[in-house]
């Protein structure tokens, strides 16, 4: 593999996880500065990368290694040139961070290879020997788009950063507007795609959306006059737009536009707020250097295992799993995009997005303002959050109220959790009711760790006496305990025999039938912005190894994510078993790395993850044995992982999770009413709700217990397992890294949408993600 090397365009994550993997696999890793730029001009533009020149970029936004528009690389001309440099320098194998401009710029580059080697060797650039050596370019490419436009993939790099960009604008305009009972129209990027201001509406729960897919009905300038009339009420007004937002006519509408309607037909008090580059800037989210972590490692194996025949492929994300897609497969679906809202086909436009796209527009018709139906169900769902609080359990809340009203139920909250229950805190919550709580941390309605065993036949003549039909529980492993509980009390109350769903919700993501949990996300993100200030309080002292101690139980996804996002030398957990000789390759690790450029050391440890390896314990430790060669700082963080507002990642999930479990409920209900009454005693009427891999799914609590550790409180496997390799070989451990379960090439499948025949070949099918979603 010495001879193989790979050159890098563009993002932090994903730059230094291929540099970091390249190197370890034995490849030489070039950067090319500027882009195409820096490909087409070649000299000190292209420059060989080190480990070490990789260090300390992680929580760095934008890209160290510069970008840039390139005109030149257009030009067959330009490529040319582009080729010579790379032919001198023996390189094969072009790695490309960008949108589909960028990819598709590959794309042609690498089809134009053979016939660049040929004018190169008549021109007497290069020899023949130089054009046999290289008679073949791979390619590979990672998308880099805060619109997140590409379609293949369920999330760009850079998208969750933007999102978390908008949402702290949105959080910070929330309070103004309240205080003045102000109108606020935000408008945030997209040209061609409205990703981010359609999830931004429903993070904030705005009052109105202008997304350039789906562009408002004639006469809707009438329509948002009366909702922001019907909303008055609430003080807080907001409308988000998309920069490419039209009408059914192809004008543009912009934020001044809509301020103009607001002021002129309603006389509110209006404010717009133009978002601009804002979105672009800014410390990259956790969820974002994982994303480009993962990436970069998938498309370093990519290229390793490229054939001549192999076409080039974008790595890309679909669930929780990485997928290797032909590259101009989806190109051509992002094109179909653009072709169906050219001629005016706004349902294809919407359905060619992907699933997700369209679950998450259908989500925000519905929880935007009150549409109940004319007759109600008479149908009784109470909501219970359980354990310990987290950010999001409020997002879950209110998208179940809204969509329970939807559906013609009475919505009942319950406070305090299973105690509340038993003693009959419990009352009816409105539309208003929930007004809000997208944005608002911990649990309004109110959370206890108290497990519903000693309050059982309680909490039996409570739901008789307030006849509840069904029951949401929100919360951590209490809650799947709870629930569990519950069925095994049916045998004894038949009032038990009723439709339950718990909405896993716990910065411990240690909830059994689901690979995220509400609330782990915001959690995440505070642990790594903690550990970037950390590490940076001792930017200008030499020699300094940090020992951070996080939450989770048991479970050590906090302590493992966290370690890859922030870039950790280790990070302990109960998963992973470890002992002194462990513990004295690291400290062996760090006296090493202090010997380099880099002079730094970040280790995390899970809260329980040894009884006997105590934080104090490997602090004291490493103190010792790093005695004049390093010293060691301590920091346990504790509670301030569970607050905080939700990121927008926590509040989209807990939406989504909240829409789904009610209707769940609603078509359960109608299958278990027999002679008059609801009688749910199946296993599969009392289910978790989970995101697994690729899709949600409802999975029995009777079938769950199998997958439990009890004692511990976590499952007997988790899929976040396998990403701690990578962790280990981005801090410069010598270990095997596996790649039986490395994606495979994978295709996008036929979309079904109504559309004329000859465009019916191009289109886009959804993904396998999208189908099974």
């Given at each position: 593999l010495g001879a193989i090397k790979v050159i890098l365009m563009c993002m932090n994550a994903a730059v230094r996880a291929t540099v970091r993997v390249g190197i370890y696999t034995g490849a030489k890793v070039y950067f090319v500065h500027e882009g195409y730029?820096?490909?087409?001009?070649?000299?000190?533009?292209?420059?060989?990368?080190?480990?070490?020149?990789?260090?300390?970029?992680?929580?760095?936004?934008?890209?160290?290694?510069?970008?840039?528009?390139?005109?030149?690389?257009?030009?067959?001309?330009?490529?040319?040139?582009?080729?010579?440099?790379?032919?001198?320098?023996?390189?094969?194998n072009l790695c490309v961070i960008g949108g589909d401009g960028s990819l598709t710029g590959a794309n042609q580059f690498r089809k134009e290879w053979a016939t660049l080697l040929v004018d190169l060797v008549k021109a007497g650039k290069i020899t023949d020997d130089e054009a046999r050596k290289s008679c073949h370019l791979n390619i590979v490419g990672?998308?880099?788009?805060?619109?997140?436009?590409?379609?293949?993939?369920?999330?760009?790099?850079?998208?969750?950063?933007?999102?978390?960009?908008?949402?702290?604008?949105?959080?910070?305009?929330?309070?103004?507007?309240?205080?003045?009972?102000?109108?606020?129209?935000?408008?945030?990027?997209?040209?061609?795609?409205?990703?981010?201001?359609?999830?931004?509406?429903?993070?904030?729960?705005?009052?109105?959306?202008?997304?350039?897919?789906m562009p408002p009905d004639d006469g809707w300038e009438g329509h948002l006059c009366r909702r922001l009339q019907r909303a008055r009420g609430s003080r807080l007004n907001v409308i988000i737009v998309a920069e490419g937002a039209m009408d059914r006519a192809g004008n543009p509408i912009s934020s001044e536009d809509i301020k103009k309607l607001v002021e002129k037909n309603l006389g509110f008090d209006t404010r717009t707020t133009v978002l601009g580059h804002v979105q672009r800037g800014g410390t990259p989210s956790a969820f974002d250097r994982i994303l480009g972590s993962r990436m970069g490692v998938e498309a370093v194996m990519a290229l390793l295992e490229a054939t001549p025949e192999t076409p080039a492929c974008v790595v890309s994300l679909s669930g929780n799993?990485?997928?290797?897609?032909?590259?101009?497969?989806?190109?051509?679906?992002?094109?179909?995009?653009?072709?169906?809202?050219?001629?005016?086909?706004?349902?294809?436009?919407?359905?060619?997005?992907?699933?997700?796209?369209?679950?998450?527009?259908?989500t925000y018709k519905m929880l935007a303002h009150i549409n109940p139906p004319d007759t109600k169900s008479n149908i009784n769902v109470a909501i219970v959050n359980i354990g310990a609080p987290c950010a999001g359990m409020n997002a879950a809340v209110r998208s179940a109220v809204r969509i329970g009203i939807i559906q013609g139920h009475n919505m009942l909250a319950v406070h305090d959790g299973f105690e509340g229950l038993a003693q009959g805190k419990i009352e009816p919550i409105t539309w208003t009711g929930v007004s809000g709580w997208t944005g608002k941390g911990g649990s309004e309605l109110g959370t206890k760790r108290v497990l519903p065993s000693e309050y059982i036949e309680e909490i039996s003549l409570t739901i008789a006496k307030f006849n509840i039909h069904s029951l949401v529980i929100i919360g951590g492993f209490e809650a799947y305990m709870g629930g569990l509980e519950l069925v095994q009390g049916r045998d004894k109350y038949e009032e038990l025999c009723i439709p339950m769903?718990?909405?896993?919700?716990?910065?411990?993501?240690?909830?059994?039938?689901?690979?995220?949990?509400?609330?782990?996300?915001t959690a995440l993100n505070t642990i790594t912005s903690t550990c970037d200030r950390i590490k940076q309080s001792a930017a200008g002292t030499k020699r300094r190894v940090f020992i951070i101690e996080t939450a989770g139980g048991y479970c050590g996804y906090l302590a493992t994510m966290a370690g890859l996002a922030a870039g950790a030398d280790a990070a302990y957990i109960y998963e992973d078993k470890f002992g002194i000789r462990d513990l004295e390759m690291n400290v062996e690790h760090l006296v090493q790395k202090m010997k380099t450029d880099v002079k730094r050391g970040l280790i995390l440890r899970n809260e329980n993850c040894n009884a006997n390896y105590t934080t104090d314990f490997i602090f004291a430790l490493y103190s010792e044995e790093g005695k004049g060669i390093f010293d060691c700082r301590k920091n346990v963080l504790g509670h301030m992982q569970q607050g905080g507002t939700p990121t927008p990642f926590d509040r989209n999930f807990g939406t989504k999770m909240g829409s789904k479990a009610v209707l769940w409920i609603t078509e359960k209900l109608k299958e278990v009413y027999r002679h008059g009454r609801i009688f749910a005693n199946t296993p599969d009427s009392a289910c978790v709700l989970g995101m697994k891999k690729r899709a949600l799914t409802f999975q029995p609590l009777a079938e769950l217990k199998e997958q439990t550790d009890f004692v511990h409180r976590i499952p007997k496997t988790s899929w976040w397992l396998k990403l701690r390799p990578i962790m280990k070989i981005l801090a410069k451990y010598n270990i095997s890294l596996d790649t039986s379960e490395h994606a495979h090439m994978e295709h996008v499948?036929?979309?079904?949408?109504?559309?004329?025949?000859?465009?019916?070949?191009?289109?886009?099918?959804?993904?396998?993600?999208?189908?099974?979603?």
């Open positions: 730029q820096g490909l087409v001009d070649g000299g000190d533009n292209i420059k060989l990368a080190t480990w070490e020149s990789v260090s300390m970029m992680l929580q760095l936004g934008g890209t160290v290694i510069g970008s840039a528009r390139c005109m030149d690389f257009r030009a067959r001309e330009g490529r040319m040139k582009a080729a010579l440099n790379l032919v001198k320098l023996g390189i094969t990672m998308v880099g788009s805060i619109d997140n436009d590409f379609c293949g993939t369920d999330m760009t790099i850079g998208t969750d950063s933007a999102l978390h960009r908008i949402i702290e604008v949105v959080d910070a305009i929330t309070t103004t507007a309240q205080s003045h009972q102000r109108t606020f129209i935000l408008e945030v990027m997209g040209r061609h795609c409205g990703y981010l201001a359609l999830v931004t509406a429903l993070a904030c729960g705005a009052d109105w959306v202008f997304i350039p897919e799993q990485a997928v290797r897609l032909p590259l101009m497969e989806c190109v051509q679906v992002t094109k179909d995009v653009t072709t169906a809202m050219a001629e005016k086909r706004w349902e294809d436009a919407i359905k060619l997005r992907g699933k997700s796209f369209e679950n998450n527009w259908n769903v718990v909405i896993p919700a716990t910065v411990s993501n240690n909830v059994p039938g689901s690979d995220f949990s509400i609330g782990a996300d499948i036929k979309k079904r949408v109504s559309m004329p025949a000859p465009l019916m070949k191009k289109a886009c099918p959804p993904t396998k993600h999208e189908e099974e979603e």
